[in-house]
């Protein structure tokens, strides 16, 4: 390909040489008729479009312009020779900055000057590669010009590697925050609330600021083993970060003391660091759990507003809040099983079980879709297809006795998978307190594909939760 050097500003040979292009796939792309057709054929050579437009950028021909990239607080430069219709295009920045002049000197923090190179070839070619590291960078310059599209696109990247489990959703967190973009934070939010256990052993808990961990621990929807080892990552946290003591004494009034059992309970008041140091604040509370654990629930109620965060139960792993539950090939048939759970987290329901049934069902079909062999004229009907039906999960408790007076009971089904050798949360379904299944349980999901996003193996990773909610029945006078 022949090299025509810089053109004069004001110069049409590249806008000529562009043109050139366009037409040329243009072209190729009509329509046809022949022999009367009343169709005509499609030729599409807009590949062949991209590569030139790759060329026309690697190798400078016909650009009237130069972009020097200049690192922040190096001396560092990188030279772009390029074309200001093609930046124009996508770029009302651009076409500002290179109205009248043919060289540019534009100044960016390291990280995006690393990437500017990928950030100009989506100007020409509308596709990048991105990693993990690159993807701040990139949203940076795309927010920066004003190219809304790769905007979009890097952040659709961020959120989807965030349900995956690759991407450090602290980081991007506290990005999102900083540049408004509220979609992304609360991907961010979810992923960190379904995976604290994950991000709490990792170096990304070390990052985590203070406004993000009160976030967090405001949250029900929190999954980990129990409140215990909420409390061991947020005296982790207060070891790494020292905030100011106002800032410890929040966040540790923010832990649902009434579901740690009393033994624990003891333990950490003589062994914690941050108790030692923040106790007072929280004196309250601890004796407020206490007071809970020591009295029947119904008897607690009559005298003290159970209806607080502090007596919700977060959505813990441990045996006697739930079971996991593995689902070999789930479209195949029907399944069930059956698991107990504490009645409640008072110390007086210790002892106390209730035993549940689970029907799992993946092609089961609404009563407007069942089969109907004949009208009322006679004439034969066709039948639904299996996969008009949709998953199922029906959560039952074997019986119901006064036991359960006072309480109720709140589901949650945790959808698991396999990401980078950790099984992380994907999809979590609430039910309703009168209910018993989620109406939009696994709606989406494909359980027939082999690699859906749903499976492990071909296998469908549950883990089932049982929430007990107590209320204030009788409202005595202090």
Same mark, same amino acid.
């Given at each position: @390909?022949?090299?025509?050097?810089?053109?004069?500003?004001?110069?049409?040979?590249?806008?000529?040489?562009?043109?050139?292009?366009?037409?040329?796939?243009?072209?190729?792309?009509?329509? !046809?008729?022949?022999?009367?057709?009343?169709?005509?054929?499609?030729? /599409?050579?807009?590949? @062949?479009?991209?590569?030139? #437009?790759?060329?026309?950028?690697?190798?400078?021909?016909?650009?009237?312009?130069?972009?020097?990239?200049?690192?922040?607080?190096?001396?560092?430069?990188?030279?772009?020779?390029?074309?200001?219709?093609?930046?124009?295009?996508?770029?009302?920045?651009?076409?500002?900055?290179?109205?009248?002049?043919?060289?540019?000197?534009?100044?960016?923090?390291?990280?995006?000057?690393?990437?500017?190179?990928?950030?100009?070839?989506?100007?020409?070619? *509308?596709?990048? !590669?991105? #990693?993990?590291?690159?993807?701040?960078?990139?949203?940076?310059?795309?927010?920066?010009?004003?190219?809304?599209?790769?905007?979009?696109?890097?952040?659709?990247?961020?959120?989807?590697?965030?349900?995956?489990?690759?991407?450090?959703?602290?980081?991007?967190?506290?990005?999102?925050?900083? !540049?408004?973009?509220?979609?992304?934070?609360?991907?961010?939010? &979810?992923?960190?609330?379904?995976?604290?256990?994950?991000?709490?052993?990792?170096?990304?808990?070390?990052?985590?600021?203070?406004?993000?961990?009160?976030?967090?621990?405001?949250?029900?929807?929190?999954?980990?083993?129990?409140?215990?080892?909420?409390?061991?990552?947020?005296?982790?946290?207060?070891?790494?970060?020292?905030?100011?003591?106002?800032?410890?004494? +929040?966040?540790?009034?923010?832990?649902?003391?009434?579901?740690?059992?009393?033994?624990?309970?003891?333990?950490?008041?003589?062994?914690?660091?941050?108790?030692? +140091?923040?106790?007072?604040?929280?004196?309250? #509370?601890?004796?407020?759990?206490?007071?809970?654990?020591?009295?029947?629930? #119904?008897?607690?109620?009559?005298?003290?507003?159970?209806?607080?965060?502090?007596?919700?139960?977060?959505?813990?792993?441990?045996?006697?809040?739930?079971?996991?539950? $593995?689902?070999? /090939?789930?479209? +195949?048939?029907?399944?069930?099983?059956?698991?107990?759970?504490? %009645?409640?987290?008072?110390?007086?329901?210790?002892?106390?079980? $209730?035993?549940?049934?689970?029907?799992?069902?993946?092609?089961? %079909?609404?009563?407007?879709?069942?089969?109907?062999?004949?009208?009322?004229?006679?004439?034969?009907?066709?039948?639904?297809?299996?996969?008009? *039906?949709?998953?199922?999960?029906?959560? !039952?408790?074997?019986?119901?006795?006064?036991?359960?007076?006072?309480?109720?009971?709140?589901?949650?089904?945790?959808?698991?998978?396999? &990401?980078? *050798?950790?099984?992380?949360?994907?999809?979590?379904?609430?039910?309703? &307190?009168?209910?018993?299944?989620? *109406?939009?349980?696994?709606?989406?999901?494909?359980?027939?594909?082999?690699?859906?996003?749903?499976?492990?193996? /071909?296998?469908?990773?549950?883990?089932?939760?049982?929430?007990? $909610?107590?209320?204030?029945?009788?409202?005595?006078?202090?």
């Amino acid at each position: @390909m022949l090299r025509l050097g810089f053109a004069k500003p004001g110069s049409w040979a590249s806008f000529w040489a562009i043109l050139t292009l366009v037409g040329l796939a243009t072209r190729a792309a009509h329509k !046809t008729d022949v022999g009367g057709e009343s169709t005509g054929t499609s030729i /599409n050579h807009s590949q @062949m479009l991209l590569q030139r #437009l790759q060329e026309l950028l690697r190798q400078g021909n016909a650009s009237d312009v130069v972009v020097r990239v200049q690192a922040a607080g190096t001396d560092e430069v990188r030279v772009f020779h390029a074309h200001r219709l093609l930046l124009g295009l996508h770029s009302e920045l651009f076409r500002e900055l290179l109205s009248n002049q043919s060289e540019v000197v534009l100044q960016e923090p390291r990280d995006c000057a690393a990437v500017f190179d990928k950030f100009i070839r989506y100007l020409y070619c *509308g596709e990048l !590669t991105v #990693l993990l590291a690159q993807a701040i960078p990139l949203h940076k310059l795309a927010t920066k010009y004003g190219v809304a599209s790769l905007q979009r696109g890097v952040a659709d990247y961020m959120r989807a590697h965030l349900a995956g489990g690759a991407g450090p959703a602290v980081g991007w967190y506290h990005y999102a925050l900083s !540049t408004g973009d509220d979609a992304l934070r609360e991907s961010c939010l &979810q992923f960190l609330a379904w995976n604290l256990s994950a991000v709490a052993g990792s170096a990304e808990w070390g990052a985590v600021s203070p406004e993000l961990l009160a976030q967090l621990l405001r949250r029900s929807d929190l999954v980990l083993q129990d409140e215990l080892e909420l409390f061991h990552a947020l005296e982790a946290w207060l070891g790494r970060a020292r905030p100011p003591p106002a800032v410890a004494e +929040r966040a540790l009034r923010a832990i649902r003391y009434p579901m740690i059992p009393p033994a624990q309970l003891f333990q950490l008041q003589a062994r914690s660091a941050a108790l030692a +140091r923040h106790g007072p604040a929280v004196a309250d #509370l601890l004796l407020q759990a206490y007071q809970f654990h020591a009295a029947s629930p #119904l008897h607690y109620a009559k005298f003290f507003d159970v209806n607080g965060s502090a007596f919700l139960p977060r959505n813990y792993l441990a045996p006697s809040w739930g079971a996991p539950w $593995v689902i070999n /090939n789930p479209a +195949r048939d029907d399944r069930s099983t059956s698991f107990q759970t504490q %009645l409640g987290p008072s110390g007086h329901d210790s002892g106390r079980r $209730v035993t549940w049934n689970v029907l799992f069902s993946p092609r089961w %079909l609404p009563v407007s879709l069942r089969p109907v062999y004949a009208d009322a004229a006679g004439t034969a009907l066709p039948l639904a297809r299996p996969e008009d *039906g949709r998953p199922r999960l029906v959560v !039952t408790p074997a019986s119901s006795g006064g036991d359960a007076a006072g309480v109720s009971f709140q589901k949650t089904v945790l959808v698991g998978a396999r &990401q980078h *050798g950790r099984l992380l949360v994907r999809h979590a379904y609430s039910f309703h &307190q009168s209910s018993e299944e989620a *109406g939009d349980f696994l709606a989406h999901a494909d359980l027939q594909r082999r690699n859906s996003e749903y499976l492990v193996e /071909n296998a469908l990773h549950l883990h089932l939760i049982i929430k007990p $909610v107590y209320h204030t029945l009788i409202r005595t006078p202090k």
